[in-house]
């Protein structure tokens, strides 16, 4: 989805921001249901311009640490209040 938005609005912001179980494909290793590791994709992604975040308050309910994520994850303290400023700023919520 987020390749598509590109292809078609290059210049297009876009911030993907995970929580719960959505942190999962940024983990290091994470592969889809073919096998295929996500890591790939994503950092094709980060190279145009797109942003990662994890929520941090995922990380400490779940036992991870930031050390188990790929080079190209951020860490934002909360993802809802995240997603909220980011709204207040303007940006659009999308959910696939």
Not at 14 to 40: C, P, Q, S, Y
Not at 61 to 67: D, S, T
Request: proline letters at 4%.
């Amino acid at each position: 989805n987020v390749r598509n938005h590109l292809d078609v609005d290059p210049k297009a912001q876009i911030t993907v921001v995970t929580h719960a179980n959505g942190v999962d494909f940024l983990m290091e290793g994470a592969k889809d249901r073919n096998g295929g590791e996500f890591a790939g994709p994503v950092s094709a992604l980060k190279a145009r311009g797109v942003k990662f975040e994890v929520c941090e308050i995922t990380l400490k309910n779940r036992g991870l640490k930031k050390e188990q994520f790929i080079q190209e994850a951020d860490f934002t303290p909360s993802g809802v209040v995240r997603l909220t400023k980011l709204q207040h700023q303007g940006w659009a919520y999308l959910k696939p």
